[in-house]
C-alpha cells in the first residue's frame, strides 16, 4: 500500500510539473512512511515541504495542489493536511486486505526481493580463534552474523559464510603449552603450570585424545595423535584440529554452518603476508624506528602510525589481517561484511589504512563492520560467569544445553548489536508472554491449532487458502494486523541495508502481540461461516509472515506447543 501511495504521488507531481507550477528538469521523489498515531492515517508524506521552495508558495498550498492532482483511488479513503505541509492519508478498509492475498500467494517467498542483484558478498563471522569452546560472545556474533546473512540472501544476494581461524601467533602456542602440560599429568593447581595456560577441563579432554592416539578430522585435514609427550609441534598440530572440531560441533548445534574455512596460518605459508609487506614499503608507507618496521596508518585517518613489524620480527595482528583482506578483494567480493566483537573496534581504521596504502583499487571504508557488544548471562537475578569445561567462561553449548537453540539464537540476536546483552536464563527458559521467543511461536501454534478445530469439524483448510470475502473483516484490530503484515518486506529490506538484524525480532513480537489481543478478543469459530472464512484468512496471513520471519531467524514455528 506503501507504493501505491507514492504512485499517486508520483502522478500528481507530473501533473504539477506539466503545469509549470513545478519546474520540468527537477525530479522529485515522494518518501512515504508509517504514521505512529493512526489518528493521522496509516501514511504521511512530507513532498510538499521538500518541494515548496522549488514550487514558489508555501507548503500547506503546495499540498492542497497535490491532493486535487492525485488519481482517483480505491485505496484512498481520504488525505489530510497537517502542521506546516505535512499529508496524513488514510488507506480504505478493502485495500487494507489486499495482502492477505498477496501474502497467501507467494508463501515463503514473501517478504523477498531482487535488490541485491546477485551481487556476491561475504560475510566473516564468529571467526573465534582455536583455542577453546565458542564462548557466549561468540555466540552472539553467530545468531548475527547468521541472520544477516538470511536477510541478505532475501535480499536477493548472493553469499559466502566466512570463518577465519587464527591459528598462529601466541594463543595456540599456549595451548600448546597447556595441552603438553596435562599430557604430562600436570594440573592447572600445580607449580609447573604455564603462566597463560588455559585452565578448562576441554584441555585435559584434548590431553586424554592425543595419548590414545586418536584421529581427528577438522574441515580440511585429518591429524591422528603421535602420543608423544615431547612433540609439542605435533602436539599443537593434534589440539588446534581437535578444537576445530569441536568448535564445529558447537556452530552445528547452533544451526550454523560456513562455506568457507579460511586459515591465518595459510597466508604465511602461501606469502602473502611477505607480498602485502612488500607492496606498503615499495608504496613508500612504511619506515623503521626503533628496530620496528611502522606503518603510516595517519596518512589514511588513523591517530597514530602503527608497529606492523615488532622488534623481535614477528608481525603485529593487524598486518596478517591486511593480507587476509587483500585475498578477499582479489576473490571478487565488493562487498564483506565483518562481524565482530566491540574488541575489535581499534582494528577497523588500521585494517582499512593498510587497504588504502596497497593502492589496490580498494575503495575508502570497506570492508563493512558490524560490531557487537558484550553478553552478560544471567540466573536468577546472579552474573554467571564460569563454565566447568570452559573454565572461565559461559560457553555457547551452555546456553544450548539449557533452553534450547531457539531461545538462544532468538535472545542473542534480539537487541541492536551495539547494545550490551543481558541473557536471562530463567525468562529464556519460561513459558510465559514475558518470553518473546515463546510469545511469537505461540501466536503460530495458536492459529494452527484453529485448523486442526476446523479440520474436526469437516472444514479443510490449507495453509495457503485464502477463503471468503476479506470486505467483511471490519473491525480496528483487523485493519492494524493488516498493515502490520503489509510493513514485512521494507522491513527485510531494510534490515539488510542496514546491517540490523534486531528490527526482525521487534517486529515479530509487535505482530504476535497484535495477533493475541485480537485472538483474545474476537472469537474466530463462529457460526457465521462466511466472517469464520474472512478471518481465518487473515489469520493464515499472520501465520505465514511469523513463519518467514522465524525462518531468517533459523528459529522454528512449531505447530502444537
Known sequence: MKETVSDLLQSALAALQSEGTLPADQT??????????????????????????????????????????????SAVEKVEIAGPGFMNFFMSTSSAFEIVNTIL????????????????????????????????????????????????????????????????????????????????????????????GYRGDYIADVAKAYLAGDTVTADDREVTASADPENRDAIQEFAVAYLRREQDLDLKAFGVQFDVYFLESALYQDG?????????????????????????????GDDKDRVMRKQDGGYTYFLPDVAYHLDKWERGFTTVINEQGADH???????????????????????????????????????MKISKRAGSYVTIRDLIDEVGRDATRFFLAARRVDSQLTFDIDLARSQTNENPVYYIQYAHARICSV????????VERGFNEC?????????????????????????????????????LTHYLRELAGQFHTYYNAHKVLIEDTAVRDARVSLYLAVRQVIDNGLGLLSVSAPEEM
Not at 158 to 185: C, H, M, P, W
Not at 283 to 297: C, I, P, R, S
Not at 451 to 458: D, I, P, Q, S, V
Open 28 to 73: 522529485f521523489t515522494p518518501q512515504v512512511g508509517n504514521t505512529k498515531d493512526k489518528s493521522h492515517g496509516d501514511y504521511a508524506c512530507n513532498i510538499a515541504l521538500v518541494a515548496s521552495k522549488a514550487a514558489g508558495c508555501a507548503p500547506r498550498k503546495l499540498a492542497e495542489m497535490l491532493i486535487e492532482k492525485l488519481p482517483e483511488s
Open 105 to 196: 500467494d507467494e508463501a515463503g517467498q514473501f517478504g523477498r526481493n531482487n535488490n541485491g542483484k546477485g551481487e556476491k558478498v561475504q560475510v566473516e563471522f564468529v571467526s573465534a580463534n582455536p583455542t577453546g569452546p565458542l564462548h557466549v560472545g561468540h555466540g552472539r556474533g553467530a545468531a548475527i552474523g547468521d541472520c544477516l546473512c538470511r536477510l541478505l540472501e532475501a535480499n536477493g544476494y548472493n553469499v559466502t559464510r566466512e570463518f577465519y581461524y587464527n591459528d598462529a601467533g601466541a594463543q595456540i602456542n599456549n595451548l600448546a603449552l597447556s595441552v603438553q602440560a596435562r599430557v604430562k599429568g600436570l594440573t592447572p593447581e600445580d607449580e609447573g603450570w604455564p603462566e597463560a
Open 272 to 300: 602473502k603476508v611477505e607480498a602485502a609487506v612488500k607492496r606498503l614499503q615499495e608504496n613508500g608507507y612504511t619506515y623503521e624506528d626503533g628496530g620496528a618496521m611502522w606503518l603510516k596508518t595517519t596518512e589514511f
Open 345 to 383: 573496534h581499534s582494528t577497523v581504521t588500521r585494517v582499512r589504512a593498510g587497504l588504502q596504502a596497497l593502492n589496490t583499487g580498494i575503495p575508502q571504508g570497506w570492508p563493512d563492520y558490524v560490531l557487537h557488544q558484550m553478553v552478560m548471562v544471567t540466573r536468577s537475578g546472579q552474573e
Open 451 to 458: 485448523l486442526r478445530k476446523l479440520a474436526a469439524e469437516g
Open 467 to 503: 477463503v471468503g470475502d476479506l470486505s467483511l473483516l471490519t473491525l480496528d484490530e483487523e485493519k492494524e494486523l493488516a498493515n502490520q503484515l503489509a510493513k514485512y518486506p521494507e522491513l527485510i529490506a531494510n534490515s539488510a541495508a542496514q546491517r540490523e538484524p534486531h528490527h
